[in-house]
């Protein structure tokens, strides 16, 4: 028995001494040696490519998409608005906001674009809790800059008029507030910019608006519009002037001021409108001044937004659509608890008083409303 192991032994040594012998032949032969090296560097290669997020088609998407920038938000609650007017439910639970934006990245190309699409049921002081079910493009526009300072926007614009964003999720408050509630909102056209010693100056023009309805003064469509204004900074105070002009409606002159420290934030905005000649005739008075004062101190994660309003609107119907609510008064408190940057839970409550402005569900007027609100949101 040992010899047989010993003789399988000796086989087994040979037989490695063999291989060995033939493989530093092959690798002394120059011609051999280079064709395996280049062997193994076509299996090295391929183990490289063979994972699914190096083929072609996904390089060419992560490509594109290393070019794009995503943006948005969502934001849902409850809402209550005492006197909401006769049949009229005076709570809802709302989808107060989704928008899904899309935009160039890369800011020193000659051309970019932004587009976003979804809905916005946030109800303003003045208005009843009522879910929006059109989902659609919301704004949607490309931008020329033919030089570093000037650009020109054309497409479904936001407008640049007013502190407060249609879209609520982006402000200090849930509900739009009584200054908000009149101003303008997308519409289709163009807009140039020129920027110049850290101001920005622009002049739009519109020919319809993303709601028709938007202004429908005694029942009138407004025709085209346009818009100019100028933003900048001055001792650390971001302000914007604007004028807004809708063809035989009425005219909006308005300015901002806000100034912002690491725990505090503060912004007025007053508004000035004023119905076209012909438009007057239809009303007592055609002007209506008002204001909205913003102060919102932050604790930590904590934010308590106060918003004051003063309206004095005349006979004009303009805020409020009756004679007798000359001047409108609204107070909103919003605590906030952000849980980070893009995450929020807020509640809220307002108070808006004026002269007959409200009806409750008999029928019946009122002077005064008391809305309640909480909502959580996200932004991206």
């Known amino acids: 028995m040992k010899k047989v192991t010993v003789a399988f032994v000796l086989c087994a040594v040979l037989g490695a001494a063999s291989a060995w012998v033939a493989y530093s032949h092959a690798t002394e032969d120059p011609g051999l040696k280079e064709e395996m090296t280049d062997l193994k560097n076509r299996v090295t290669d391929l183990e490289q490519k063979s994972g699914p997020d190096e083929t072609p088609v996904n390089r060419l998407i992560q490509s594109t998409l290393s070019g794009l920038q995503l943006g948005g938000g969502i934001s849902a609650g409850f809402f209550y608005t005492s006197n909401p007017g006769n049949d009229v439910s005076d709570n809802e639970f709302l989808l107060s906001n989704f928008l899904v934006e899309l935009s160039s990245k890369d800011s020193d190309l000659p051309i970019g674009f932004v587009g ?136 909006l002159t308005g300015a901002v001021i806000e100034r912002t420290t690491e725990n505090f934030y503060l912004a007025i905005n007053i508004d000035y409108w004023n119905r076209d000649a012909d438009m007057g005739n239809f009303y007592g008075s055609r002007s209506a001044i008002g204001g909205a004062f913003y102060i919102a101190p932050r604790f930590g994660h904590f934010l308590i937004p106060l918003r004051l309003e003063y309206i004095d609107q005349g006979e004009s119907r303009i805020y409020i659509d009756t004679a007798d609510a000359k001047h409108i008064f609204a107070a909103t408190i919003s605590p906030t608890y952000t849980f980070c940057e893009h995450a929020y839970i807020r509640v809220e409550s307002a108070y808006v008083n004026a002269d007959h402005a409200f009806d409750d569900k008999n029928g019946n007027s009122k002077d005064s409303r008391i809305c309640l609100a909480a909502e959580v949101g996200y932004s991206f």
């Open 116 to 251: 976003a699409i979804g809905e916005t049921s946030t109800p303003s002081l003045l208005s009843t809790p009522e879910n929006n079910p059109d989902f659609d493009i919301e704004y949607a526009s490309l931008t020329l800059k033919p030089m570093s300072d000037v650009s020109l926007e054309v497409g479904l614009l936001q407008p640049n008029a007013g502190f407060e964003n249609t879209y609520t999720f982006n402000n200090i408050n849930v509900l739009l507030g009584a200054i908000a509630s009149q101003q303008p909102y997308n519409a289709y056209g163009a807009r140039l910019g020129y920027d110049i010693n850290g101001f920005s100056l622009n002049a739009g023009y519109y020919k319809k608006r993303l709601d028709q309805d938007e202004y429908n003064d005694n029942g009138s469509t407004p025709g085209d519009s346009w818009e100019i204004g100028v933003t900048g900074s001055v001792l650390n105070n971001e302000f914007s002037i604007y004028h807004y002009h809708l063809e035989a409606e009425r005219n």
